[in-house]
């Protein structure tokens, strides 16, 4: 059973406008959460992260909440450009310092000059 | 140049052979991983290993092998391959066991 999910595979913004992708998790004993974006062709790269006892986590252009009651959290891409097309991956990390992450299956994101 | 280096970049193989995917990274980063990279699966852990010398199996190990001889490289072989095993494979490290990953530009793998 999958433990983080990103149910959207894709998702088409304009540029300049918002980006939200959406990310569930099941395991209570996840204590960390990240993001990864991956263009074509490279390996992911590391976007941002939020510990599990904050709610918000900011970086420049890209936001991260976290909501423990509903096991969602969400990344804000604001305001959206042509560069953040790519592929999210949310990840998740077991309490205590796990030696995995648990990765969903990705949105596909489309920013359209 | 810091970072991961894979090899090879892309390799076709016939089933039944025997394939070893490198990895070596020069960050001194003490723990090290592999996973794989389907259409629709995501990433899924293969192996992995949080210092020298020691290994754990992943979320999908089966096929697999690795082994952790210094720091800085992490083989992963397949001693005989399966169509199944046609995939993307990623190495990544870190430098604390859990931490954030940094990941190489993998290596992609076709078995006919």
């Known amino acids: 059973d999958q433990q983080v999910k990103q149910n959207s595979p894709s998702l088409s913004v304009q540029e300049g406008r918002i980006s939200i992708l959406n990310c569930d998790y099941t395991n209570s004993m996840f204590d960390y959460f990240l993001w990864y974006k991956k263009y074509p062709a490279e390996g992911p790269t590391f976007l941002i992260s939020i510990s599990s006892i904050k709610d918000k986590n900011e970086d420049g252009r890209f936001t991260v909440f976290l909501n423990k009651s509903a096991k969602h959290l969400s990344l804000h891409i604001v305001p959206s450009q042509p560069g953040d097309s790519a592929v999210y991956f949310c990840?998740?990390?077991?309490?205590?310092?796990?030696?995995?992450?648990?990765f969903g299956k990705g949105t596909k994101l489309t920013v359209n000059p | 140049i810091a970072g991961i280096t894979q090899a090879p970049t892309s390799q076709i193989l016939a089933a039944g052979r025997r394939m070893t995917l490198r990895c070596t990274q020069d960050?001194?980063?003490?723990?090290m991983y592999w996973y794989r990279q389907d259409l629709g699966l995501g990433l899924r852990l293969i192996h992995y290993s949080n210092t020298a010398g020691t290994t754990g199996k992943g979320e999908v190990p089966d096929g697999y092998s690795v082994s952790r001889a210094n720091t800085d490289d992490f083989p992963l072989t397949l001693a005989s391959a399966v169509p199944s095993q046609t995939s993307v494979y990623f190495c990544?490290?870190?430098?604390?066991?859990?931490?954030?990953?940094?990941f190489g530009p993998g290596t992609r793998l076709t078995v006919l």
């Open positions: 990544a490290s870190t430098r604390t066991s859990g931490g954030a990953l940094f």
């Open positions: 990840a998740a990390r077991y309490e205590g310092g796990s030696e995995k992450l648990v």
């Open positions: 960050m001194r980063h003490n723990a």
